[in-house]
């Protein structure tokens, strides 16, 4: 037996979260079993801790998208007791048991080893916010960040706080856009050289365009603040989508920017990323990431706190990365 976050459905369809004991026969097919260390709060967490959103397929369910740990047993030869590993994705946590227990199982093309540089603790102050952020800069870069500042929206949530201090370590300035004016040192301490008011950018406007100013943008807002920011951005730069915080429609007049101004707007997916990509950016985190800005970042908590903590994401009131120590 073990410990879990359990969420169960009543006859009623009403859903209630409690810690629990389960037993390992419990667990889904697969064939690495992982003793999970640590695991995170991330907005769909808040969903399948809550109602599910759609998102869950049956229940009983152990909600927790993303996890890092210990291999305990492995049928499959590219793991083996002992090694070091992540997993973010492939809607674990969502349609299968997640990271919100002592132990996970999960098919070996789902894990990716922990790279050098990065404990397991520090895995999931990363986690799949931070992953996400990593991949975003990466699309950036591919296309070209443009001289002047880049733009990070949701700036003080979990894949804004690590898009800053990515951005600020490269050397890029970075423009943070954050609801919370009472977050600026925070944002200040990870790297970002000025601060901008969401309301500043949540104004519809009808003019087609604005005046140029983003060199390049990872948007985890999307709403009426993408469709603003739209019309800022510099001629040939590149906005990150990565989320929809702010809500699902991109307001405004949008067909300018991408005609006028030869615009991209990138769409990120952190679920499904090919092996090698998530490798790939899991090594520049390892590299890129400056540690004690991490640790700024870091909220810590155990299963226990995640009720609370998962009405709090939905409601955008977590600050940074929750770090969940599942065996505490
Ligand atoms: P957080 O809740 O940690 O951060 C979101 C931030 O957005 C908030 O902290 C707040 O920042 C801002 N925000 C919230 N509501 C509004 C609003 N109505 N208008 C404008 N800004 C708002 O979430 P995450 O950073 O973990 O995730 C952000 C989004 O990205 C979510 O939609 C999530 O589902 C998605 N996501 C997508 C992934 C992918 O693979 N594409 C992976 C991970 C997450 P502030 O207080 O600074 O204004």
Same mark, same amino acid.
């Given at each position: ?8 459905? !009543? ?70 007791? &002992? ?38 603790? +520090?895995? %999931?102050?990363? &986690? ?5 952020? %990593? ?47 009472? +977050? ?25 365009l604005e005046a140029e100013q983003w060199g390049g943008c990872v ?52 679920? %499904? +990323?090919?092996?090698? !990509? #998530? ?11 400056? %540690? ?24 955008? +009131?977590?600050?940074? #990365? ?7």
């Open positions: 037996m073990f410990k879990a976050l359990l969420v169960e459905k !009543n006859d009623e369809g009403k859903t209630s979260a409690s810690v629990t004991e389960v037993s390992e026969d419990q667990l889904p097919e697969g064939d690495v079993t992982v003793a999970v260390e640590y695991s995170t709060v991330n907005y769909k967490d808040g969903l399948c801790i809550g109602p599910g959103g759609g998102l869950v397929r049956s229940y009983p369910h152990v909600p927790g998208i993303d996890f890092a740990g210990t291999v305990e047993s492995s049928d499959d030869d590219r793991y083996k007791p &002992g090694d070091k590993v992540v997993l973010t994705g492939w809607r674990v946590g969502e349609n299968r048991w997640g990271g919100y227990a002592e132990k996970a199982r999960v098919k070996a093309d789902m894990l990716v080893p922990l790279p050098d540089g990065l404990d397991t603790r +520090q895995a %999931m102050a990363v &986690g799949t916010a931070g992953l996400t952020a %990593m991949l975003a800069v990466m699309a950036l870069e591919d296309q070209g960040i443009k001289d002047g500042p880049v733009l990070v929206t949701g700036a003080a949530g979990g894949v804004g706080s690590v898009a800053t201090a990515i951005l600020a370590r490269l050397g890029h300035e970075v423009a943070a856009v954050t609801g919370r004016p009472d +977050q600026a040192d925070y944002l200040k301490g990870l790297g970002a050289a000025q601060i901008v008011a969401r309301e500043d950018l949540t104004e519809v406007t009808k003019k087609p948007d985890a807002v999307a709403g009426a603040m993408l469709g603003r920011v739209l019309k800022q951005m510099q001629y040939g730069s590149s906005v990150a989508a990565i989320g929809l915080a702010g809500g699902a429609a991109i307001e405004g007049a949008l067909i300018t920017p991408f005609i006028l101004r030869g615009v991209n707007l990138l769409g990120i997916d952190s679920v %499904m +990323q090919p092996y090698d !990509n #998530r490798v790939r950016a899991w090594k520049r985190i390892a590299r890129d990431l400056p %540690m004690d800005k991490l640790e700024a970042m870091v909220q810590p908590a155990t299963l226990a706190d995640l009720p609370g903590l998962g009405r709090d994401i939905l409601k955008g +009131q977590v600050k940074g #990365r929750v770090v969940v120590d599942v065996k505490a």
